[in-house]
DNA sequence: ATAAGGCTTCCAGTAACTGGAAACTCAAGG
DNA sequence: CCTTGAGTTTCCAGTTACTGGAAGCCTTAT
């Protein structure tokens, strides 16, 4: 399929795409006419990048995540080693995210939408009380 | 304190807080000696704004949630409508990294850990089942 | 008094895109 | 068949969000 398929199904920009086949994130077969020819496993390494960029990993980051699956030749031990790092940064994103809607919901719920601004989650936050 | 100890407490270099500052996400008082002083007000939005941009979210991004806290001039309804979106975004995120982390954990718990590349999960994730 | 370490500003460099120009390819309409 | 418009190519320049380094001032410890 041509890049502009693949940036649908990826949900990347072709720019983007074109820029990590630059950095030799992936590397797409080239039809006759020169057009870049993308698999269904190009799209799944690019919605992979698509998911962990947004994550806030690494370009470098998800590189080393992609080669636990990627890469073949990569002993077992190694890819257990560093999933298991990866992991607990993973766990440690996931209790910042919580928390993170948990104000927001908070502040949602406690609200009261109308004109009045003493919403009771801004002081707490802004940090009055812990000062 | 100094710009070291916020940098300590907020977990950014000293040269991202500075950065922070220039393009107006905070304004440290100044100590008579020229050296900026921060609050803990201050560090707490450092500290927020280190674990929003981590979890992905771009300092534009940053900004509003901020300002969802911060800006005691804005009205309940407008604070309120910011945040919802911003749930549905935070909601997202969190399911994808729920999602990358099952994946890694299967990982973790189906390969052996020995010398034999063929952990199961590979061959799902690179494509092959879908292509 | 001097040396070390932290702070200041400023300017340049890097990472990860992003936009735009000029040219080629392809599918559809006249 | 010709053209027109949309999609693609490469290349080069610009942007965002830092990051490193130089030169100089401030502070504390010997």
Redesign the interface.
Known sequence: MNIGTASEKSGLPAKTIRYYEDIGLLRPDRAGNGYRDY???????LR?LQ??????FSVEECRQLLS???D??????D??AI??I??VE??R??A???E??NT??H??HN?????????P??DG????A??
Chains 1, 2 share one sequence.
Request: a positive charge; one cysteine or more; charged letters at 35%.
């Open positions: 698999s269904m496993s190009d799209v799944h390494r992979f998911r962990s960029r947004s994550l806030g636990l699956y990627g073949k030749e990569r002993e077992s031990a890819v257990k999933a298991e990866k992991l993973i766990d994103k996931l910042e995210l919580t993170l809607r927001l919901r502040l949602v609200c009261h939408g109308d004109d009045r601004p003493d919403c989650i801004i936050l802004s940090g009055k812990t000062q």
